[in-house]
C-alpha cells in the first residue's frame, strides 16, 4: 500500500517509487481511460488540494483510516464524500466528478479504489451497507488464478490482491476462491536473486522479479491483515528467508517477504526508487509501507531503524505530497505502537487534519452521544404516557434514527 500505487505493467516491473496516489500509472501512459477531471472548485469534504482525478477516493479512504486509527472521528461530510462516490454495483472509481450521475462504460471503476474505501467505510462505522455492495462486487471481479488485477479482468497482481485481501479481513469476508497459493507462487525462492521477495507479477516469460512495493503489500496479503494494523507476535526468532523448495505456505511467504525487506533497509535504514533511467531516491511510501509490514510480522526490531529513519526525514516528503502521505506515516507510526503527534518533531495528526475538513471535536461527539441518549429518554416517557393514555396494545418509541456518520 504505497501513496503510489501502481498497477498496470510497463513501470510496475521496475518502479518502485513512493509519491501521491494509487495504482494508476498505467493511466498517465494512456493505457486505460481515467474518469472525469476534477471540476475547478474541489469538494468541500475532500482532503487534499491537488487534483483528485487520479486518486481522490484512495486518498480519502486512508485519510479516514489514518485518523480513526488515532481516534479521531472524522468529519462528516468526509465520510459523506467518499460515500457519495460509490456507483450503484458497489464499485469505486478513482474519483467520480459528477457522482450523482450513474456510473457508465466511461467511469473506470478499479479493485484498489474500491477496496481501500471498503477498509475506510468499516473503520468509520455506520456505512455497513455501502461496504457489503463494494465487498460483493470485489468478489465477483476476482480472477481465476484467486488474484486480482487493477481493473476487472485485468491479470493478477499482487498488489492489487493484496489491498483486496485486507478490505475483505476488514468487512469479515472471504473470497470464493484462495488468493494465498497466488502469491506463495510469485513469492521468490530463498536461493534466487531477491529471495523471499515477492513480484509485482510474472513478466511475459514467466519470470518473477523482487519489487519491495508488491513484497510489504503481499506480506499484509499474507497475514490476512488490512492497512491498519499493530505489531503482531513474532514468528520467528531469525529473520531471515526460509522454508520449503516447493510450495510455500502463507506463513512462509509472510516470514520470508518480511526478511527481504528488513534486509534491503539494513544498511541505509530505507528502500530506494528504482525508475529506469532516474538516480535512485529515498523511498518515502514503500519505507512506511515495509515497516507496516515488518511490524505485522511481529518484527519491530528490525523495523526501528527504518522508522527512524522516517521520523528524521519523511516529514517534508509527507508536506509535499498531502494527505494520503500523512496517514501513511500516521499508520507506519500505529503499527509501530509509536506516537504520530510527536513524530520526530511533527504532529502527523493534526498536518492530515489540516488537510480537509476539520474533524469532530472529542467534546462535539460526546455532545452528540448525550443529547442523542437524553432526546430518546424524553421521547421514551411521552411514548409510555400516550401507550397508557389511549391504551395502545404495543410500545411507542420515539428512538430517534441513529444519525450515520
Not at 481516534?71 to 474519483?95: M, R, S
Request: aromatic residues 6%.
Amino acid at each position: 500500500m504505497t501513496v503510489l500505487r501502481r498497477t498496470a505493467g510497463a513501470l510496475a516491473a521496475t518502479a518502485v517509487i513512493g509519491a501521491a496516489m494509487p495504482a494508476t500509472t498505467a493511466l498517465a501512459a494512456g493505457t486505460m481511460s481515467p474518469s472525469p477531471s476534477a471540476s475547478s472548485v474541489l469538494p468541500s469534504g475532500l482532503y487534499g488540494g491537488s487534483d483528485p482525478k487520479f486518486d481522490g477516493v484512495w486518498r480519502q479512504s486512508l485519510a479516514l483510516l489514518a485518523q480513526r486509527a488515532v481516534g479521531v472521528t472524522p468529519a462528516a461530510k468526509a465520510v459523506d464524500w467518499l460515500a457519495g462516490q460509490q456507483c450503484a454495483n458497489g464499485a469505486f472509481a478513482a474519483f467520480r466528478a459528477a457522482p450523482a450521475a450513474a456510473c457508465d462504460a466511461k467511469v473506470t471503476v478499479d479493485t484498489n479504489s474500491t477496496a481501500a474505501a471498503v477498509q475506510a467505510l468499516k473503520a468509520v462505522g455506520g456505512r455497513d451497507a455501502a461496504a457489503t455492495r463494494a465487498v460483493s462486487w470485489l468478489k465477483s471481479v476476482q480472477n481465476k488464478d484467486g488474484g486480482w488485477g487493477y481493473t476487472p479482468g485485468s491479470p493478477s497482481d499482487t498488489n492489487s490482491t493484496g489491498v483486496v485481501v485486507g478490505a475483505l479481513a476488514a468487512a469479515g469476508a472471504s473470497a470464493d476462491r484462495s488468493p494465498y497459493d497466488l502469491l506463495a507462487k510469485w513469492s521468490l525462492p530463498c536461493g534466487q536473486d531477491g529471495g523471499g521477495a515477492l513480484a509485482y507479477q510474472p513478466d511475459k516469460q514467466g519470470k518473477l522479479a523482487a519489487n519491495a512495493d508488491a513484497t510489504a503489500a503481499g506480506v499484509l496479503g499474507a497475514l490476512g491483515k488490512g492497512f491498519v494494523t499493530t505489531a503482531g507476535k513474532a514468528r520467528a526468532k531469525d529473520p531471515a528467508c526460509a522454508g520449503s523448495g516447493t510450495a510455500r505456505t502463507r506463513e512462509e511467504v509472510a516470514r520470508n517477504g518480511a526478511a527481504y525487506l528488513a534486509d534491503a533497509m539494513s544498511k541505509s535504514g530505507h528502500l530506494v526508487s528504482a525508475l529506469a533511467g532516474a538516480e535512485p531516491q529515498p523511498d518515502y511510501g514503500n519505507t512506511a509501507d515495509a515497516v507496516v509490514a515488518l511490524a505485522a510480522q511481529g518484527w519491530t526490531g528490525q523495523a526501528k531503524k527504518p522508522y527512524a529513519w522516517l521520523e528524521a526525514h519523511a516529514a517534508p516528503w509527507a508536506e509535499q505530497s498531502g494527505p494520503a502521505a500523512y496517514a501513511e506515516l500516521i499508520l507506519a507510526a500505529h503499527a509501530m505502537g509509536a506516537d504520530p503527534r510527536d513524530f520526530g518533531g511533527t504532529n502527523l495528526v493534526t498536518a492530515l487534519n489540516a488537510t480537509g475538513p476539520a474533524p469532530r471535536a472529542a467534546g462535539a461527539v460526546a455532545k452528540h452521544a448525550e443529547e442523542k441518549k437524553s432526546g430518546n429518554s424524553v421521547w421514551w416517557i411521552v411514548g409510555t404516557g400516550l401507550v397508557a393514555g389511549v391504551g395502545i396494545g404495543f410500545l411507542f418509541s420515539g428512538r430517534r434514527k441513529q444519525q450515520q456518520l
